[in-house]
């Protein structure tokens, strides 16, 4: 069989997956709805992942038969621990889709798209958010990214959050006034957001803490003292995320790339980058600070390739092919595929 890498890149809101030769060059890929199995079951989430895995191979023109890859590489929001990382490793290895198998936490992918190397730190910041550092010599560093039980703070759900319960108190007198109030009350369409709070609880209207994050940037950027609290709450994690794991691998007089990723980083600009640049370099004045500039999927993909021992020219080819002008083809599988 002709080498192959199957490249997942699992997050929670969507799951992409590139398969490549080991050349580097894209043979097919393929976008469809998050599917955690942390959050959605091990069988449902799997199930949403092959369906994806047979569209590529099907695409590519492979026969059912056969396998898919020499190597997958999937890289999943979710994986943050050893354990999961073993029993996703063991579930995937079952479904047969290559002879090898690697699963590892979404933030390697992402460090991987933005360097050369993989060596450095990332930092994604996009529904949840997390950080993987790896030194040249092989050592990690990570955070367990369990939620409020592990220390976290930030993610786009949890700034949508703030964003309702800075207008919640606005309005009730407990806050100071803050601009995020209208903007929200015009968000949900209603006069009053304690009548928003009580359509909430009574579940008549969804509550959706992603969709309110862009507007609490958007109304930092209009100079709301409130809002921008939250904003520098969270250049304040990203800066601690980024700068622990360079002091734990004794990196900070190192040139070092920082990654940063997702898309509550992707999507504000300058908003958050410049001082978190600012303040990085304050610590480690050599590091390099940057948002990536391609899907993670990419980077699971180059792991694999690393994996399968492919050549150097393998990489170059599929960072020089893969721009945001390549199609992608978006999957009809759903969340629910397999009960």
């Known amino acids: 069989m002709t080498d192959r890498v199957l490249a997942i890149d699992g997050g929670n809101s969507k799951t992409a997956v590139l398969l490549v030769d080991a050349d580097g060059k894209v043979l097919a890929q393929v976008r469809g709805p998050g599917a955690p199995p942390q959050t959605v079951g091990m069988k449902r989430g799997l199930d949403v992942f092959e369906g994806l895995a047979r569209e590529a191979a099907a695409q590519a023109g492979l026969s059912p038969d056969e396998p898919i890859a020499t190597h997958t590489a999937a890289y999943l929001a979710g994986a943050d621990l050893p354990r999961e990382e073993e029993d996703l490793t063991r579930a995937i290895t079952e479904r047969?889709?290559?002879?090898?198998?690697?699963?590892?936490?979404?933030?390697?992918?992402?460090?991987?798209?933005?360097?050369?190397?993989?060596?450095?730190?990332?930092?994604?910041c996009g529904a949840g958010i997390n950080a993987v550092g790896v030194a040249a010599d092989g050592r990690t560093h990570r955070f367990p990214a369990l939620g409020q039980i592990s220390g976290d703070w930030g993610g786009g759900g949890h700034i949508g959050e703030q964003a309702l319960w800075l207008a919640v108190r606005a309005e009730d007198g407990r806050g100071a006034p803050t601009e995020l109030l209208p903007a929200l009350l015009a968000h949900y369409g209603e006069t009053s957001i304690l009548d928003v709070v009580e359509k909430l609880h009574f579940e008549e209207v969804r509550f959706d803490p992603h969709a309110l994050s862009p507007i609490l940037f958007e109304v930092a950027g209009r100079g709301d003292a409130v809002a921008q609290s939250v904003v520098d709450r969270l250049v304040e994690e990203v800066v601690l995320l980024s700068t622990v794991s360079l002091r734990k691998l004794d990196l900070l007089g190192e040139p070092v790339d920082v990654v940063l990723g997702g898309g509550v980083m992707t999507g504000t600009g300058e908003t958050v980058l410049g001082p978190v640049r600012e303040r990085v370099l304050d610590v480690a004045?050599?590091?390099?600070?940057?948002?990536?500039?391609?899907?993670?999927v990419v980077g699971a993909a180059l792991l694999g390739l690393d994996t399968?021992?492919?050549?150097?020219?393998?990489?170059?080819?599929?960072?020089?092919?893969?721009?945001?002008?390549?199609?992608?083809?978006?999957?009809?599988?759903?969340?629910?595929?397999?009960?």
């Open 96 to 124: 047969g889709w290559s002879p090898s198998v690697v699963v590892g936490n979404d933030t390697f992918a992402l460090l991987r798209a933005g360097t050369t190397s993989g060596v450095g730190v990332a930092v994604v």
């Open 285 to 296: 004045p050599l590091a390099q600070v940057r948002v990536v500039d391609l899907p993670p």
């Open 308 to 339: 399968i021992g492919a050549s150097p020219g393998a990489e170059l080819r599929l960072r020089s092919a893969y721009d945001d002008h390549l199609p992608a083809v978006d999957s009809t599988v759903g969340v629910a595929a397999g009960g």
